[in-house]
């Protein structure tokens, strides 16, 4: 059984307690017991720097189930080095550097009508081949022609999107990170194993590299259905009859939103209309509540579950990032990035 000790589903906690109904005696992590022989062998592990999203590709598990698979076969257990890291690592390189060396091209090319109605075509063309690959060209394809066609609306007073953007997604990834660290501190992983503060720049690169090999390949996969099809054709005849209209679009939504926060807090009495509409939707919610309750279906620890998890990822980083869009110093910094 291999977990992380910041995962957001299993804490610390619950992982010991559970292995400890499938094991007599007392539970040390790292320590197998049983016999391999017998098919009794049982085995816990944490690791100190990954959470659920990203064990997959996590050093210390992987370690961990390759040692795993050696005993259980009986072989002597090996001590190489992993080159999992260095490869994930490559990849997300490689294929980032690809979509910006195709960009830059598309870009070069003054997208005309032909060029844009070519590209659009290839990734129809690439998503319907019966290849493994065919969907991820597909989905490169389709990303060069979003960000080409947004960039040549863009005046030159306007290209600092793409720093822009870093400043946002590194706020974000960093309240993801300290989202995660304080679940871990409230569930009590952390307590109990302390040391494994001492993994977060290691998960914070595993979240980074991991979830975006991760999601371009969920997206990949994705996109080989009847619903992917739908979208990427969407997506290429919007593009060819108004060039960058979908993230244009998109960045007028983003703009609007970070004005409202923007906007001085203004506290006003509610009317009488919205309080009692919102009355009766409490009600009618504390009813499907305990009619769920009743019937079995929702428990006080699911519900403690969903609340621990909605205060941690959502309310908690949302008062967060509030807060930091409205200070004056991240606003010079915006600032400082969108001037030309």
Known sequence: MGSGVYEELNPVGQMRDLFTSAVAGEVVPFTTVGDFAAGTARRLVFSPSVDHAAAPYDPVL???????????????????PLRTQRQLLGQVLAVGSAVGWAIALYKALLPSLWVRASLGFACLVLLGLPVAWGAGVSLAGVMTLLVGDYGDRLSPAQKSPVLRLLLYGGLLSGLGLLAITANAALTGSLGLMPRAILGLPMLAKTLVVGLLYDRFHMVRYGLASPVGIGLVVSLVAIEGSKPGWVLMHLGYLTNRIINAIRQPIQCQPPASRS??????????????????????????????FA??????????????????IRSPVFQRWENRLRSP
Request: neutral net charge.
């Open 62 to 80: 992987q370690r961990e189930i390759i040692a795993w698979a050696e005993q259980s076969f009986g072989l002597p257990t090996t001590d190489q």
């Open 275 to 304: 309080l009692l509409l919102l009355l009766v939707l409490l009600m009618v919610l504390l009813g499907l509540l305990w009619q769920h309750r009743q019937s079995g279906l929702l428990s006080w620890e699911a519900g403690r």
């Open 307 to 324: 609340l621990r998890l909605l205060g941690m990822f959502l309310v908690l980083p949302g008062l967060i990032a509030i807060g930091v």
